[in-house]
Every structure is written in C-alpha cells, then in structure tokens.
C-alpha cells in the first residue's frame, strides 16, 4: 500500500515523515522543496502528478498555501492545483484521498459545545473560501467516481500549544499522525469531514465523524495550559476561526501588507 504524501517538506509533511512509516505505510514523499528520498515536483503540473501517482493507492494532499493571501496565490495553489491533484488521483486509479481542510473552513461559525465537523461552511477568509472548496471537491470526487474523501478540519498543528487561545484548537504532530493513519486504514470511509484537532479538554466540539474512523487521539493541549500567558478578551474568542475572522484578515489589509 503506498502512499502518496504532497507537501512533504511542510510543517505537517515534515511531522509525518517521522511518523507514518512506523503504522505500516510505504510513503512517496512529494514537494517542489526538497525532501530526503523524496521526488521534486509541482503540483501545477499535471506530468509530475501523474509520475508520482503511479502505483499510489491514496493521497494525502497537504500541498498549498497555509494561511491567508491574495486571491490569485489562492487559486494558483489551493483551486488549481487541488484539482490537479484530485484527477491525476482518478486518472492513476488512486481510491482514497485524505485532504488538509481547516477550521478557516467554518470561521465565523460560533465556537458552540456540540459542533459537528461537517457543519457548513462559513469561512473567514479567502483561504477558508479555499478549504470549501476542497471539501465540495471532494465530495464530488467521491458521489461521481468513488473515491473515499477524508477532509480533516485541522486546528492549530504546533509541536505543542503556544497560548491559551490554541488549547481547544491544538492538533498535535503524534494525533495529526494518528488521524492520516486512521483515514488510510478505514474501511468505513466513502466521505467524511473530521476535525483535525487532538483530544483537548478545552474543546467542546462533536468529534463523533473521527471518532467513526477509527482515530483516536491521545494528547490534551490542556498539558500545557499552566506554562501559558493569561489571554486578553479579544472579540473573536467565540468565533471557531479566532483572529482570521478580525478586520485585519480582510481582502484589502491582506493585500495591503503583501
Ligand atoms: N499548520 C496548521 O496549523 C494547519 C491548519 C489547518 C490546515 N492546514 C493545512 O495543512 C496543509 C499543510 O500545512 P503546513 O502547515 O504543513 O503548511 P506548510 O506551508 O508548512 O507546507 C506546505 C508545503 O506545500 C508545498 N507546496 C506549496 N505549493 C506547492 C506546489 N505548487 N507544488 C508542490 N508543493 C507545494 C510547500 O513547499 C510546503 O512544503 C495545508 O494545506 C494547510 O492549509 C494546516
């Protein structure tokens, strides 16, 4: 069974690298950065997709921008070439797809206990607009051509939480691993939308889609909790997006500071 991992020399690519071997997967680690045994390429590159899918039997598509930024760098990574990579999966036969979502996805939904991970969508910037997208991509992909789609809402990925605000959202690099792993192995996903965040006292929100599938987080921000700095009221506390939902995260000031 092998893998097929696009942005491997990321933050999260470069986590799993240590990691997912060690669950039984053969891993292609795929990034126009460099990544050691990995293969170089671009996923706006229909030819490079194709090379690396060869032989795959799922993708997990980390590859694009991280964050927020003008529409056109949007798009180039997040819309085209997500695209990409979802039809050189079909063209390659490849049946299972695990794609980085994220809250951004749903920030300006009110932060309430209970909240399912696929409520709809409200993103708080372009690059939630994005993570949409991706997840009604993917749903399509899967309705039309069977393929099993995980869309994995991520929080806040940090080798551990840095302030008070991140204690609900915190993915941690050992679950981050855990939740790949139990989306390449169930045999109960067709499509699902799981929140990508660990096993955090602070978070209130309903984890049963995750859960489905078989992961089973094991870290709680809630370690770290003494060691942090006292938060100041900020009014997007109650938002899931935090401060992406503020002003400052508009179309003009993100083009304004690039
Ligand atoms: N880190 C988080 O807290 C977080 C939270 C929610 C969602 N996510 C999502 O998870 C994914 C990975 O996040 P990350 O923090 O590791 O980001 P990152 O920026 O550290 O890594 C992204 C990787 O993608 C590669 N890449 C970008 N464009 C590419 C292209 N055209 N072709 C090939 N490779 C390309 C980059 O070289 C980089 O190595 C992203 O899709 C991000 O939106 C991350």
């Known amino acids: 069974m092998t893998v097929l ?17 060690g669950f039984g997967w053969e891993v292609r680690w795929f990034d126009r950065a460099s990544v050691p045994d990995g293969i170089v390429g671009d996923i706006s590159s229909s030819d490079d997709l194709d090379a690396a899918m060869r032989g795959a039997t799922a993708v997990v598509h980390l590859a694009g921008l991280p964050t927020e930024a003008r529409w056109e760098q ?18 390659a036969g490849v049946r299972r797809v695990v794609y980085a979502s994220s809250i951004h996805a749903v920030g300006f939904q009110p932060d309430t206990a209970g909240l399912p991970a696929d409520s709809p969508p409200r993103p708080d910037t372009l690059y939630g607009v ?9 749903r ?43 989306c390449l192995r169930s045999d109960d996903l067709s499509y699902s939308i ?28 809630e370690t770290y909790a003494g060691a942090l700095p006292a938060a100041e009221d900020d009014p997007t506390d109650g938002l899931v997006g935090g401060g992406f939902t503020s002003p400052g995260f508009g179309i003009d000031e993100v083009t304004s500071r690039s």
């Open 140 to 182: 399509y992909y899967a309705d039309r051509y069977g393929l099993r789609v995980a869309c994995l809402r991520i929080g806040t990925f940090e080798d551990r939480p840095r302030h008070v605000r991140t204690l609900p959202t915190w993915l941690s690099p050992d679950d981050c691993a855990r939740l790949v792993d139990a």
């Open 74 to 91: 949007i798009r180039e990574a997040n819309i085209d070439g997500l695209v990409n990579v979802f039809e050189a999966a079909r063209r």
């Open 194 to 221: 799981v929140w990508g965040v660990s096993a955090n006292t602070r978070c209130a929100w309903n984890v049963d889609s995750g859960y489905a599938l078989g992961y089973r987080p094991m870290d709680d921000a």
């Open 130 to 138: 994005s993570k949409a997208f991706g997840e009604t991509l993917g």
């Open 5 to 21: 991992v696009t942005g491997a020399a990321g933050r999260i690519g470069t986590a799993l690298q240590s990691r997912l071997p």
